[in-house]
């Protein structure tokens, strides 16, 4: 049961290799991609928002309506091949995305232990605050989540590589 976080420029490759049943875009409209072959497109889902948090003229700001249908879509995917995440640098919306889907999967697990995995990874890992604040309040984490990331210290972005978190935990 793994989760690949990456950005744009690696999920081609990594369709190609690793087979993925299952797709995570975050990107802004402008941006957004079509469904790449091999994968149906009802297991592709597409998300247009901005990597923000907090609201910006012309820019789509993650909401709550967004983060549902992210943890709806995941829970469709049965885990016998990968699901892949990704936006468009795997810094920030994807890996946001990736530690809700987590989180969401183990709903006794602790938040620190997946943030904790997450950063051992990927040295880059900055998840989005503002996705995982909605993720937090709709699983009921009671700040753990949020409390979590920020914990994760530091981020290098020139170090920003595709990585895998395990969705089990």
Known sequence: MTLIICGLAEAPAIIAARAPSHMVTLLDAASMIETPAPLPPERHLKLAVN???EPAEGLTLPDEALVQRLLAFAATWDASAPMLVHCWAGVSRST???F??????????D???IAR???ASAAHAYPNRRIV??????????GRMV???EAMGDYDYARARPFDLPAAF
Request: glycine content about 2%; aromatic content about 0%; overall charge neutral.
């Open 147 to 149: 409390d979590a990331v």
């Open 133 to 142: 604040a909605l993720a937090d309040d709709i699983l009921a984490r009671r």
């Open 117 to 119: 995995k997450m950063r």
């Open 100 to 109: 809700a889907i987590a989180c969401a999967r183990n709903p006794h697990a």
């Open 111 to 113: 938040e620190h232990a």
């Open 51 to 53: 990597d923000i948090a």
């Open 96 to 98: 946001a995305g990736a």
